[in-house]
């Protein structure tokens, strides 16, 4: 029986295709003087993430009127939650970043179907990087299979927040501590490149956030996981996840899974509110 749906490639090709060209349209505003303006969490936001984020949705759509939509540019729809499949798109990844005129803000688009990713793009124009994967399919940066370089005999290298960093130091792990690139997919992306060892993120970020990083983390042959809850699970009503992990060696699993959670904790089973 054929599958009701695109098939995988051509879905991939589809975040392909839209990614570079949001990157393309994002990148007219980069280091330019733009309007913006704070939301109501007090997180910035551009006239750049809306016009890419309109130009994403009628890109991604008019290809996939069956597909659910989630950004973080567009108020949420209920409807989502009754699609298999939904994209899951953050405009520009690293806002804050993006207007103070640093070159690792993303594009990121992920594909999810029954609160699973299975296909992934990131896009760093300004650093002329495009990460991809799709489930099955293996991870590629610019075509190319994407392979972890790693930094034999180095300390290990990982960004984090500074009270994690105590806990860590307190705990007795030998490391050093790395950049903390403002967006958080492009960060958790080093971690398959071998230019992190770890990266983490506090407690609260949201699908939009990780959604694409996962499964090409997942396909890099990456451990990525909620310290609370395991592997993340997307789209739900509830888009807050726990603080999060990934490892390029799992013998720093217990280190820092446990400085999360004595930092983070860990919410309680009907508790859908950000600490």
Not at 24 to 37: E, N, P, V
Not at 257 to 267: D, I, R, T, W
Request: contains cysteine; aromatic residues 6%.
């Amino acid at each position: 029986m054929n599958s009701p749906w695109p098939s995988l490639k051509d879905d991939l090709e589809l975040l392909r295709s839209s990614a570079v060209a949001g990157g393309i349209l994002a990148s007219g505003y980069f280091r330019q003087d733009i309007k913006r303006w704070h939301k109501a969490n007090d997180s910035p936001v551009s006239e750049a993430d809306i016009v890419v984020d309109q130009y994403l949705r009628a890109s991604l759509m008019a290809a996939r009127p069956d597909y659910g939509w989630l950004s973080e540019e567009t108020a949420d729809d209920p409807d989502r939650l009754s699609r298999r499949r939904v994209f899951i798109v953050d405009p520009i990844d690293g806002t804050r970043g993006f207007l103070a005129g640093q070159d690792s803000w993303t594009v990121s688009l992920a594909l999810i179907e029954d609160g699973r990713p299975i296909a992934g793009v990131l896009y760093a124009p300004a650093r002329d990087e495009l990460y991809e994967a799709s489930i099955g399919g293996g991870a590629r940066m610019n075509g190319e299979p994407l392979t972890r370089n790693r930094r034999s005999g180095a300390l290990p290298l990982i960004p984090a927040p500074g009270a994690v960093h105590q806990e860590l130091q307190a705990a007795g792990l030998d490391y050093k501590r790395g950049p903390a690139y403002p967006s958080l997919a492009y960060r958790l992306v080093q971690v398959a490149t071998g230019k992190l060892d770890a990266a983490v993120s506090r407690r609260g970020s949201q699908d939009w956030d990780i959604a694409a990083a996962t499964v090409i983390l997942s396909e890099a042959g990456i451990g990525i996981e909620d310290v609370c809850c395991g592997f993340p699970v997307f789209n739900k009503a509830e888009l807050r996840h726990g603080a999060l992990a990934a490892l390029s060696d799992m013998s720093l699993k217990p280190l820092i899974h446990s400085a999360l959670v004595k930092v983070y904790g860990c919410p309680e089973p009907q508790d859908s509110a950000e600490i």
